[in-house]
């Protein structure tokens, strides 16, 4: 028994030295100390954020020459612009013609027109699938706009002594050419020519 507290003693004093070692009065612990906290100063290398699945880089730009767009054609183009023109006095299976695909007055033959001045009765009317319309005593500034008077203001037929100095018209073709037509004035008879102011329009494809 006196063996067993004799070692008992050894060890606690062996303890107590180990303890003593290892912690001081104030407290402080005089352990290896872990490692180093980084420094306040230390910069954290960044990461680079992935690109989205599927996207790829784009290779440098190359400059790059836009085309020159060609400025398109008018729609119409001028022929002829207030021009004197004479619708004929019609005889008897010859009427008077205007025919402003050819810009040009003519009594009967079977050339197309597109305004009649008729023998019968004096009237004038469209014909071959033309149609005629009002327009200002001012010509239009565009085929545009004369197709507009012809189709706002459209008439089937009129008759020669209604007509009166400064009264327009606007007629359009089957070809699609468009004429603008100012009445000034007419001569003697019956049935006497009738003077007009004439412009033209035609397609620009026909030039």
């Avoid at 699938?129 to 009129?158: H, M, N, T, Y």
Wanted: glycine share 8%; with cysteine.
């Amino acid at each position: 028994m006196a063996v067993i507290g004799g070692v008992a003693a050894f060890a606690a004093a062996v303890t107590a030295a180990v303890v003593t070692g290892l912690f001081q009065p104030d407290g402080s612990n005089k352990a290896s100390p872990g490692p180093a906290a980084a420094s306040p100063s230390a910069q954290v290398p960044t990461t680079p954020t992935p690109s989205p699945a599927g996207a790829t880089s784009a290779p440098p730009s190359e400059a790059s020459v836009s085309p020159v767009a060609e400025s398109p054609l008018p729609a119409y183009a001028i022929k002829a612009d207030r021009v004197a023109i004479s619708l004929p006095k019609p005889d008897t299976y010859a009427p008077g013609k205007l025919d402003i695909d050819r810009i040009r007055a003519s009594r009967g033959g079977k050339d197309g027109a597109e305004l009649v001045y008729d023998s019968t009765w004096g009237q004038l009317k469209a014909d071959n699938d033309a149609f005629v319309g009002k327009s200002s005593a001012q010509r239009p500034s565009s085929a545009e706009e004369c197709i507009q008077d012809a189709e706002r203001s459209a008439i089937g037929e009129l008759d020669h002594s209604d007509l009166k100095p400064g009264d327009a018209f606007c007629i359009v073709s089957d070809d699609e050419n468009v004429a603008w037509i100012r009445y000034v004035g007419k001569g003697s008879g019956s049935l006497p020519p009738l003077n007009f102011e004439l412009t033209v329009w035609q397609m620009s494809q026909a030039q």
